[in-house]
């Protein structure tokens, strides 16, 4: 079974979550600080050396009514950089609301938003999602 790490985009930070097929689970790992808009490639390469994903997952922001957020087209480019960059298949998820979930996580959740940051969380969300998804655990 795979391993895969989950991305919540944004132009500031990049919250990260490691996710296994086999148990159909993902954990917050981090946040990462983006410089002047842009991705700390350096980190996001250090944490896949050290995971070895078999695929990467990013949070796709969508509106409610499906379309394209302000932010999509840049979500869009990170996408198309983690291709270049890593060579490993990437998918969006579409992460509606992802982040407002994360900052209403109650009890041990919110212990994980506390040592982990609302961008980590947000990305854990997002991987667990898509793996409920592709295994029908909806």
Do not use: C, N
């Amino acid at each position: 079974m795979r391993t895969l790490l989950g991305f919540d985009f944004g132009l500031q930070r990049i919250g990260v979550a490691v996710g296994q097929e086999i148990t159909g689970t993902a954990t917050a790992l981090r946040t990462v600080t983006a410089v002047d808009g842009k991705p700390d490639w350096k980190t996001l390469a250090e944490l896949v050396q050290a995971w070895q994903p078999d695929a990467l997952i990013v949070g796709l922001p969508l509106h409610t009514d499906g379309s394209a957020a302000d932010i999509t087209q840049a979500v869009e480019r990170f996408i198309r950089q983690l291709e270049g960059r890593f060579h490993l298949p990437v998918y969006s998820m579409d992460e509606r609301l992802s982040s407002r979930a994360a900052g209403d996580l109650g009890g041990p959740g919110r212990q994980e938003l506390a040592g982990k940051g609302i961008d980590a969380v947000a990305a854990r969300i997002i991987l667990q999602d898509w793996l409920e998804t592709q295994h029908g655990r909806t």
